[in-house]
């Protein structure tokens, strides 16, 4: 019986004057109370209870001893129950980082939601494409895509994103409709390298069931989704990015998807948090959230 047991008993058989009464109330034999009580008293090295045959008092030292360990057990009960309504209504700061096209069209459009619904969690958000360190930071999620490479970090798949190679009308008229993939050794690309990737990333088809990867020469690369969408509508080159970032521009016009019979490959995004044997409740109920989020836009996370 550890100490908060043995403390319980205590309690128990002084506010019910009875070895017996307290080990039926707690479920257990009276033999094990009696030599819980007597552990209890040889690890203090005093005698915290008189025993007649008709009922049971406490000691001076066993008076003071039940007071401390009235206390200590209410204050147990109230810091379990404080828990356990944080886990219903979770409270406090939460610092996530969510690259910006998914943070503005698919996060921040329903973030209300998730403030009417968890209405005491304070949201602090980051946008960009460095690396974070959670740890030392005091992030305690971030929204990343591609496959993680920290193996320190919890990682939760959130979703398969389709991909479109695309290139703008103007640049299509000037350079010609690649119709496969080997056609791109005489195209231009904008091309797109990150904090955590420095050198540019190539482009991917699936020909044949197969993956296929190829660089395209460029005169222009960036970092930033938004700069990247910009210049392929300017005519710079040609571009892979998840569909979404760019359903609006194929709608108009002002970008074209190519390549449709050889598709690039899904990107994965995922959420990413440090280890904890107990994750927060405000950051599971927000992991969860996303979760839903990204499977009614993308249909879940299939491997």
């Known amino acids: 019986m550890d100490r908060f047991d043995a403390m319980q008993l205590f309690t128990r058989i002084v506010d019910l004057g009875s070895f017996t009464q307290a080990a039926a109330a707690l479920d257990i034999p009276r033999a094990t109370a009696t030599h819980a009580i007597k552990e209890l008293e040889a690890r203090l090295h005093v005698r915290l209870l008189e025993r007649t045959t008709r009922q049971v008092r406490t000691t001076v030292d066993g008076q003071a ?65 460095r690396l974070v360190d959670l740890v030392r930071e005091g992030v305690d999620c971030v929204v990343r895509a591609g496959e993680p490479k920290d193996s320190s970090l919890v990682t939760r ?16 008229a000037a350079y010609g409709t690649p119709t496969q993939p080997s056609d791109l050794a005489r195209h231009l690309a904008v091309n797109f390298f990150s904090a955590s990737r420095p050198e540019v990333f190539p482009y991917e088809f699936m020909v044949d069931g197969k993956l296929e990867t190829c660089m395209l020469k460029d005169w222009i ?19 892979q990015v998840p569909r979404f970032s760019v359903e609006s521009q194929l709608r ?32 599971r109920v927000f992991i969860d ?15």
């Not at 409270?91 to 069209?105: F, N, S, T, Y």
């Not at 798949?157 to 299509?172: D, E, F, I, K, W």
């Open 65 to 129: 001893f039940y007071e401390r360990c009235r206390h200590l057990l209410r204050e147990l009960e109230e810091a379990e129950s404080s828990l356990a309504e944080l886990a219903v209504n979770p409270r406090g700061r939460l610092r996530i980082d969510i690259h910006g096209a998914p943070a503005q069209a698919i996060v921040l459009p329903r973030i209300q939601e998730f403030h009417s619904r968890y209405p005491h969690i304070e949201l602090v958000v980051g946008s960009g494409d």
């Open 157 to 172: 798949r959130l979703a398969l994103l389709p991909q479109v190679t695309c290139a703008s009308p103007g640049y299509l």
């Open 221 to 239: 690369s960036v970092n930033n989704a938004d700069l990247y969408k910009t210049c392929a509508e300017q005519g710079c080159g040609i571009i």
């Open 252 to 283: 108009e016009g002002s970008l074209v998807e190519i390549l449709q019979h050889t598709p690039c490959p899904p990107m994965v995004y995922s959420v990413l948090y440090p280890h904890h044997r107990q994750l927060s409740p405000r950051v």
């Open 289 to 303: 959230w996303i979760a839903q989020l990204y499977a009614e836009r993308f249909g879940g996370a299939a491997a």
